[in-house]
C-alpha cells in the first residue's frame, strides 16, 4: 500500500531539478488539458530562459517501488539532445514560461518495467480571480526549487524557502500578470512554483481564524528578481543561466517577481490545439 504523504511532502515530489550546458534550474510537473474522460498531457514547466541556448540537459525521475511508494534513492537519468527544441514556449515573447510534455519518457519507462514517482499539480490548484481579491495582502507563501542548484543528491529532494506575498495577488504589479514576494530568491530558483501555503490553519481576510484548516494554491512561477550592486573586483559568478566576467557584484535583495499561474492556460490552450491536431481527443 503507498505510504500517506503530508501536503508539504506530497510537493517535494512535484518539482524537477533541470541542469543544462548553460545552467540550472527548476521546473514542476503539471497536468494540462485535463477533461472528464480522464485525458491530460503531464508536463515539466520552467522559464523560457532556463533552457535558452540548451543543447543539451538532464533531469532526474525518483522511481516508484513495487507498492507504488516513492523509492527515494533510486533514480533515472533521463539526458536529451537538442534539449532547447523540446520545450513548447508560451506564444507571448515577454512571457518566460516554456513546458516539456512527458508521456513518451513515462511511457519508454515503463515498457523498462519502471515508474516514475511523481505529485503533479493541476488547474484545481490555481485561484479565481474572486478566490484572490478574497486574500489578505500579506500571506504566507513557500516556494520549492534548487537555490544555486542545491538538492539533495541522494534522495533527489528540492530545497524549500519560505516567505510571505509582497504585493497584492489580485492586483496586477505594473499592469503585467504578475506579482511580488519577498522571499530569498536565488539563481536556479528560476521556474520554482510558488505557494499560498497554510498548513494548520491560517487567518482569513475578515479576521476569521481556520483552525486545522489547510490551504494551498499555486500564486505562480518565479522568474526575476531585482538586485543592488557593489563594486567589486572583476570575477568569475553564477549567474542563472552561464558563468561570465563582471565588474560588479549583484547583491539579491530577496523580493522575487512571479509570473501568475493564470498565464498557465494559454500554454494549455496550445496543448490542446496539439492534441486535437494529433486526434489525441
Not at 487567518?203 to 481556520?210: A, E, S
Not at 570575477?235 to 549583484?250: A, E
Request: with cysteine; glycine share 8%; proline share 6%.
Amino acid at each position: 500500500m503507498p505510504v500517506q504523504l503530508s501536503i508539504s511532502e506530497q510537493l517535494s515530489y512535484n518539482t524537477i531539478r533541470i541542469v543544462t550546458d548553460t545552467g540550472t534550474g527548476t521546473g514542476f510537473i503539471y497536468k494540462f488539458c485535463v477533461n472528464d474522460d480522464g485525458f491530460n498531457i503531464p508536463a515539466i514547466v520552467t522559464n523560457k530562459h532556463v533552457i535558452a541556448g540548451a543543447k543539451r540537459g538532464e533531469f532526474l525521475l525518483t522511481l516508484a517501488d513495487k507498492d507504488g511508494s516513492p523509492a527515494d534513492t533510486e533514480h533515472q537519468v533521463c539526458t536529451f539532445d537538442n534539449f532547447e527544441s523540446m520545450w513548447l514556449k508560451h506564444p507571448d515573447a515577454n512571457v518566460d514560461l516554456c513546458a516539456m510534455p512527458i508521456a513518451p519518457l513515462l511511457s519508454s519507462l515503463q515498457k523498462e518495467k519502471k515508474r516514475a514517482f511523481y505529485i503533479p499539480i493541476d488547474k484545481a490548484l490555481l485561484s479565481t480571480q474572486q478566490e484572490l481579491e478574497d486574500l489578505r495582502l500579506i500571506e504566507d507563501i513557500l516556494m520549492v526549487g534548487y537555490p544555486n542548484g542545491l538538492w539533495d543528491e541522494v534522495n533527489n529532494m528540492p530545497l524549500f524557502r519560505k516567505g510571505i506575498t509582497s504585493s497584492h495577488p489580485a492586483l496586477d504589479w505594473n499592469g503585467k500578470k504578475e506579482m511580488l514576494i519577498d522571499a530569498a530568491c536565488f539563481p536556479g530558483s528560476s521556474g520554482s512554483p510558488v505557494f499560498l501555503f497554510n498548513e494548520g490553519g491560517y487567518t482569513d481576510k475578515k479576521g476569521n481564524t481556520n483552525l486545522g484548516g489547510t490551504r494551498v494554491k499555486l500564486l505562480g512561477i518565479l522568474y526575476a528578481g531585482p538586485q543592488h550592486t557593489a563594486e567589486g573586483d572583476i570575477q568569475i559568478v553564477d549567474v542563472p543561466i552561464s558563468n561570465k566576467p563582471i565588474t560588479l557584484t549583484g547583491i539579491p535583495n530577496n523580493i522575487g517577481i512571479i509570473i501568475k499561474a493564470e498565464r498557465l492556460q494559454e500554454l494549455d490552450d496550445l496543448f490542446l490545439e496539439l492534441a486535437k491536431k494529433n486526434g489525441e481527443i
